[in-house]
């Protein structure tokens, strides 16, 4: 099973370095090929060693070496595979298989085809390394590793100015969130004394109160940025500059989630502290609901997307939150399937519609595009959580479990949402497909994606329809390891109010986004409209001014700031010191130089001086030497 | 009165304040080779006082290496100041200044 383990981990590295080794040639179409086949071999060991884990075969664990060893300081490279991190390698590895096929043929005519596929296999490899560690060092390597990767792709056109400005935002949003987890990481070195997460697990129920909340806390600002929650949501968003598939396998379907898997991971820790976990559910709802209100009016197809990824990232913090990790787990395996889905089926509209993102523009595209049509309608139902498909497993899972746990609050914010969710996604699919042809204005002509892609996108559209009658297995394999608490409504009328109530719910939402978005008389807006002027669609327009917010008052003073430094201290003391030192060298220089005049007697003199000068200070040691004891007695009685 | 050590080392000394300032005033060649003779001899002087005070032969002997250097010093030097005579007509330090920065 080892060799499994290596292989899952491995062959991405070795398919991000072997498409580095021809990034400064032009596109070679194997590059893709071998790049997707070592990631589909990482795909099949993992399933293998899902299956091993299904028998019953016990947890493999592997120690490679020695990463560090100072004193009481032991941290190995040490790998693990266990029931929660097997169902995070199978989403990875999953999604990133179908993300590599499917890029073969979307970055088809991208100059940088190959530099793509080195980055996109070396963000599989981070993600592999943070979800297999068996150690906080080598899930914060993987952490940073993602987040490298990340700014990589996001900037990936890094000449276009605002991809490489979203991708800055992105990693300092996560960077001043990485110094929370590096906190919780040193808080957690220093009273338990290692970072092996089974021996730091089991000596936090002797620690202080108080110090496992603070080492919750500092943990879940980490999980904050790497999932975007609120204050820190606003690069989700931004980082939709990045080309398609890197926002359907990073920001949908992993890297986001790992703030979750870090909750989920550390969940002996936060059943601790329960009061945390609640703050975290209520962060969670809120943060779905806030988002969901964003992706309401937005026209921009991707950051509808993005939205509800941050909406839905809500929702399973919520269940991680109320300690339902197994269900948060499964609504992060359930979502990245038909949330990657949906990305895709935008980006096969994308390449019909020459990158235009505007749904407004688009319109009755299910006849020349009927497989992506399908595909993205399919989504979409799973992704609102109509049964059967995988989203009404999960996420009315995750309503229960707030109904079960006695938070009617959240529990009605949720529900809220998931009406929003299904009324934004079906605005997307009817502005999209359906309605008029109004892309015929601004003369395109869409055709459909290659018959490759649509093939590979296939996986993820059977999951995204089947994934929620894994619910039972899937149950049995991760309680191994979470906590395994069934949440069952008692009364089996109110079970069955709550779900028919929910499912008629979010089908009316849909037949209303249907209703208002797909008829004909929809055009192009330009902003003249009364519900364009009302203060609630400027304001979820404008992601309720965050953005500006923080530009006004975080970017500018900072800029500002930074500006009185350069001008005061940088150029004033730093540069100015540096400066006189030359200076100094310089003018000596140009007043000896005359010393050079090249005259034998002019330089004779010199010699003479120099001979007079050396002899002098000879003579000058010489009586100090001899006189010393003098000399001290004198200096001792002038008090030095 | 007898002439004793102080007196030699003296003279030595004063003999070779004349040596450095010719060297150092004398711009004709041939008379900055005479200085260094100068200089040199004084420290002969002072050699030779200084071993026949102390008994010991050693100074003499290293006054002997001196005269043999100043010896082939002079006979280079002299070789040298005569091709640049030929080259250039003068002996002037003055004018000597190719090796100008």
Not at chain 1, 129 to 149: H, Q
Not at chain 1, 238 to 244: C, I, L, N, Q, S
Not at chain 1, 486 to 510: A, D, K, N, P
Not at chain 2, 73 to 85: N, P
Request: glycine fraction near 8%; hydrophobic fraction near 55%.
């Amino acid at each position: 099973m080892e060799l499994y383990l290596y292989i899952a981990l491995f062959a991405p590295l070795v398919s991000s370095l072997f498409s580095a080794l021809f990034t400064a040639t032009p596109k070679k179409m194997f590059t893709g090929v071998v790049a997707s086949g070592l990631i589909i071999s990482a795909l099949v060991s993992s399933i293998v060693l899902l299956v091993h884990i299904l028998n019953g075969g016990g947890v493999v664990h592997v120690e490679l070496m020695t990463w560090m060893e100072t004193g009481d300081l032991y941290i190995p490279f040490g790998f693990v595979v266990d029931e929660v991190s097997v169902t995070m390698m199978m989403v990875v590895t999953l999604v990133s298989s179908v993300v590599h096929v499917y890029s073969v043929g979307y970055m088809d005519h991208d100059k940088g085809f190959n530099r793509f596929f080195s980055y996109l296999s070396a963000f599989v490899f981070s993600m592999m390394v943070l979800v297999m560690s068996d150690n906080f060092a080598g899930l914060f390597i993987g952490w940073e590793g993602v987040g490298l990767c990340s700014w990589l792709l996001i900037g990936f056109w890094y000449h276009k100015e605002s991809a490489t400005w979203a991708a800055n935002e992105a990693f300092i949003m996560n960077r001043i969130a990485d110094l929370g987890m590096l906190i919780g990481l040193f808080l957690i070195y220093w009273h338990t004394g290692t970072l092996q997460y089974t021996e730091a697990f089991a000596a936090m129920p002797s620690l202080n109160t108080e110090i496992v909340t603070w080492i919750g806390i500092f943990l879940f600002i980490g999980a904050m940025g790497k999932s975007a929650q609120f204050p820190l949501h606003t690069w989700l968003a931004d980082a939709m500059e990045g080309p398609t598939p890197v926002s359907a396998l990073i920001h949908a379907a992993t890297m986001v989630t790992a703030g979750v898997y870090l909750v989920v991971r550390s969940s002996p820790l936060f059943d601790l502290i329960p009061h945390v976990g609640l703050f975290i559910a209520s962060l969670g709802a809120f943060v779905a609901l806030f988002a969901a209100s964003m992706a309401l009016v937005n026209r921009d197809m991707k950051r509808i997307i993005a939205y509800s990824t941050l909406s839905q990232l809500g929702y399973m913090f919520v269940a991680a939150g109320l300690g339902a990790y197994w269900v948060a787990l499964f609504h992060l395996m359930a979502h990245a399937f038909f949330k990657a889905l949906l990305f895709l089926g935008a980006g096969n509209v994308m390449h019909a519609m020459h990158d235009e993102l505007d749904p407004f523009k688009m319109g009755g595209l299910k006849k020349p595009m009927k497989w992506t049509f399908i595909m993205m309608t399919l989504a979409s139902v799973a992704l609102a959580g109509i049964y059967p498909f995988a989203g009404f497993f999960s996420k009315d899972l995750i309503l229960e479990v707030a109904f079960v746990e006695h938070h009617f609050i959240l529990y009605t914010v949720l529900l809220f949402t998931a009406g929003l969710t299904a009324f934004y996604s079906f605005r997307l699919v009817a502005l999209i497909f359906h309605g008029e042809e109004r892309y015929k204005l601004f003369g395109v002509h869409p055709h459909e994606a290659y018959k490759f892609m649509l093939i590979g996108m296939s996986p993820l559209l059977l999951l995204a329809i089947i994934a929620g009658s894994f619910k039972m297995t899937y149950f049995e394999m991760v309680t191994a390891l979470l906590p395994a608490t069934e949440y069952h409504i008692h009364s089996h009328l109110t079970f069955w109010i709550m779900t028919i109530g929910t499912q008629l719910f979010v089908g009316l939402s849909i037949l209303y986004a249907y209703k208002k978005y797909a008829n004909s008389s929809i055009t192009v807006p330009n902003g003249t409209s009364k519900m364009e002027n009302s203060f609630v669609y400027k304001m979820l327009f404008n992601q309720y001014y965050i953005p500006y917010l923080y530009q006004e008052y975080f970017v500018k003073p900072y800029r500002e700031l930074s500006t009185v430094f350069w001008e005061q201290v940088d150029m004033k003391i730093v540069d100015a010191s540096v400066d006189g030192i030359a200076g100094i060298v310089y003018g000596t220089g140009e007043k000896t130089r005359a010393m050079q005049s090249g005259n034998l007697s002019t330089m004779l003199k010199w010699m003479v001086a120099g001979t007079v000068g050396l002899l002098s200070l000879a003579v000058v040691f010489g009586l100090a030497a001899r006189y010393s004891g003098e000399i001290k007695t004198i200096l001792s009685g002038l008090g030095v | 009165m007898e002439i004793g050590l102080n007196h030699y080392l003296a003279l030595s000394a004063i003999l070779f304040s004349i040596g450095l300032v010719g060297v150092m005033r004398r711009k004709n060649l041939l008379l900055l080779f005479l200085a260094t003779e100068i200089l040199l001899n004084s420290v002969n002087i002072a050699f030779a006082a200084i071993s026949h005070y102390y008994g010991d032969l050693t100074g003499q002997m290293f006054a002997f290496f001196v005269i043999a250097i100043a010896a082939s010093e002079v006979a280079v030097g002299l070789g040298l100041l005569i091709v640049w005579h030929k080259r250039h007509g003068n002996i002037d330090l003055d004018t000597m200044s190719t090796m100008r920065g």
